[in-house]
C-alpha cells in the first residue's frame, strides 16, 4: 500500500508543477491593469512632452512608440557639473546636447548669456515600468547634487 501511497504522491507533485507551471507561462510578464497606478501625466502616441525638473518623481502613463523630451538646467559645466543619464533598455535616447535660450526665451548660440538646457530625447519602444535616472554629478563628489527621477507606465 505505502509503494501506491508514493506513486500517488509523485504523480500529484508532477501535476502540481505542471499546473504552476503553465499559471506562470499563461500569465507571463504582469500586465499593468493589474496594478492601478496613480499618474502625474499622461501621455498619448503621437503627442511629444517635455519635462524638466519641476516633474521629479513624477509617474507618466503612456502608449507605445510616445516621445517625450526631458530638459535639465544646464550651465554647471563651467564649475565641471555633468548630468548623467540612465534610463531602462526599453527606452531610446537621444542626446540633443545643451540649448541656450536668451532672456526673451530665444535659442541662442552663446552659452551663458541667459538660461541653458541640458536636452534628451526618448522614444518607447516596450511596454511596462521604464525608469529614468538623472544625476548632476561634480569632480571628487561621490554624492549626486541634483538627483531627478522619473517612472513612466506603458501600456
Same mark, same amino acid.
Given at each position: 500500500?505505502?509503494?501506491?501511497?508514493?506513486?500517488?504522491?509523485?504523480?500529484?507533485?508532477?501535476?502540481?508543477?505542471?499546473?504552476?507551471?503553465?499559471?506562470?507561462?499563461?500569465?507571463?510578464?504582469?500586465?499593468?491593469?493589474?496594478?492601478?497606478?496613480?499618474?502625474?501625466?499622461?501621455?498619448?502616441?503621437?503627442?511629444?512632452?517635455?519635462?524638466?525638473?519641476?516633474?521629479?518623481?513624477?509617474?507618466?502613463?503612456?502608449?507605445?512608440?510616445?516621445?517625450?523630451?526631458?530638459?535639465? %538646467?544646464?550651465?554647471? $559645466?563651467? #564649475?565641471?557639473?555633468?548630468? !548623467?543619464?540612465?534610463?531602462? =533598455? *526599453?527606452?531610446?535616447?537621444?542626446?540633443?546636447?545643451?540649448?541656450?535660450?536668451?532672456?526673451?526665451?530665444?535659442?541662442?548660440?552663446?552659452?551663458?548669456?541667459?538660461?541653458?538646457?541640458?536636452?534628451?530625447?526618448? %522614444?518607447?519602444?516596450? $511596454?511596462? #515600468?521604464?525608469?529614468?535616472? !538623472?544625476?548632476?554629478?561634480? =569632480? *571628487?563628489?561621490?554624492?549626486?547634487?541634483?538627483?531627478?527621477?522619473?517612472?513612466?507606465?506603458?501600456?
Amino acid at each position: 500500500m505505502s509503494e501506491k501511497k508514493s506513486e500517488f504522491l509523485i504523480i500529484g507533485g508532477v501535476v502540481f508543477i505542471f499546473i504552476l507551471l503553465a499559471i506562470c507561462l499563461w500569465y507571463g510578464t504582469p500586465n499593468i491593469d493589474l496594478f492601478p497606478v496613480k499618474c502625474s501625466e499622461s501621455l498619448v502616441s503621437g503627442q511629444t512632452m517635455i519635462i524638466n525638473e519641476t516633474q521629479n518623481n513624477a509617474v507618466i502613463c503612456a502608449e507605445m512608440n510616445s516621445s517625450f523630451i526631458i530638459e535639465l %538646467t544646464a550651465g554647471f $559645466s563651467r #564649475l565641471g557639473g555633468v548630468w !548623467a543619464i540612465k534610463a531602462s =533598455p *526599453g527606452l531610446q535616447i537621444l542626446d540633443e546636447s545643451s540649448i541656450w535660450y536668451d532672456d526673451n526665451g530665444s535659442p541662442t548660440a552663446r552659452p551663458g548669456m541667459g538660461r541653458g538646457v541640458d536636452r534628451w530625447n526618448f %522614444t518607447i519602444n516596450e $511596454s511596462g #515600468l521604464q525608469t529614468i535616472h !538623472a544625476d548632476l554629478q561634480f =569632480p *571628487g563628489r561621490k554624492t549626486s547634487v541634483l538627483p531627478f527621477d522619473l517612472k513612466i507606465v506603458v501600456k
